[in-house]
């Protein structure tokens, strides 16, 4: 399939696990993708996948932390200058931080917002006027499963992710009439850094037992009990082309069945 010949897309979170799966996917479907990371290493994987594939001539690639106001400006102004337009936007970043509720810091508890609400919000905000622009501009969130199931040790990484539910919402109503779509994607049980890192981050003390109903039905390849980022690349890949075009305003959750 090649549904996104002559779209310009923008991917955060592109280092690793689903945003550098998206990344492959849509270029795979020759779309043209600017991407950004706060890991340069990450990056640099991802930039050799598409060489590899022989898509890296469409890719570009940037570090970037979209906590920063300043500098998300900078880049995605830059990205919209050599796309010449943008089509879509994937926002995949996030960090995750655990603890018990009543011992989590302060601090831990901005750092997580601020890159996954409030950096959401800045790329959106950054990049609407050319998404308008388009006149089919689509935004793709992430929720996680996070923001409609209960995820004991995660008050502040699930608090971000019900903000960005929310805030699809409203964007979907408000630019429906531009041609605007807003979807958030719902991710649980698969296997990227963040999800794998997920039981070392545990405070000392955990109930492993509050994790139960966490465990996809379905497994991944080779027997895998995690998922691979691909299978949520490809749902992307479908709400993000005009095989999505009566979606916006909902969530689609990719879980493997473990919130069944």
């Known amino acids: 399939m090649q549904r996104f010949t002559d779209r310009k897309v923008i991917v955060t979170g592109a280092g690793s696990g689903i945003g550098a799966a998206t990344v492959a996917r849509?270029?795979?479907?020759?779309?043209?993708?600017?991407?950004?990371?706060?890991?340069e290493a990450g990056l640099a994987a991802t930039t050799a996948a598409a060489d590899e594939a022989g898509n890296g001539k469409r890719l570009t690639t940037a570090v970037l932390d979209i906590s920063s106001e300043g500098a998300v400006a900078a880049a995605v102004d830059a990205a919209v200058t050599d796309l010449g337009g943008l089509d879509v936007l994937v926002n995949a970043a996030a960090i995750q931080r655990c603890a018990h509720t009543h011992e989590h810091?302060?601090?831990?508890?901005?750092?997580t917002l601020a890159v996954n609400l409030t950096g959401t919000f800045l790329m959106t905000r950054q990049a609407l006027p050319s998404l308008l622009e388009s006149g089919h501009g689509v935004v793709v969130n992430f929720t996680s499963t996070a923001a409609s199931f209960a995820h004991p040790y995660m008050a502040a990484y699930a608090a971000s992710k019900g903000g960005?539910?929310?805030?699809?919402?409203?964007?979907?109503l408000e630019y429906s009439k531009q041609g605007l779509r807003a979807v958030n994607i719902q991710p649980g049980?698969?296997?990227?850094?963040?999800?794998?890192?997920t039981l070392d981050k545990m405070p000392e003390g955990y109930d492993i037992g509050l994790w139960a109903k966490q465990t996809p039905l379905i497994g991944?390849?080779?027997?895998?009990?995690?998922?691979?980022?691909?299978?949520?690349?490809a749902v992307i890949a479908?709400?993000?082309?005009?095989?999505?075009r009566f979606i916006t305003g909902t969530e689609i959750r990719v879980d493997g069945g473990a919130h069944a």
Request: net charge negative.
């Open 26 to 39: 849509l270029l795979d479907e020759d779309a043209t993708v600017v991407a950004y990371d706060v890991s």
């Open 105 to 111: 810091t302060l601090a831990d508890w901005n750092d």
């Open 164 to 172: 960005v539910l929310a805030f699809t919402h409203a964007l979907a």
């Open 189 to 197: 049980g698969v296997a990227t850094a963040l999800a794998m890192s």
């Open 220 to 233: 991944g390849r080779d027997n895998e009990i995690l998922g691979d980022p691909g299978a949520v690349a």
């Open 238 to 244: 479908m709400v993000a082309s005009d095989d999505g």
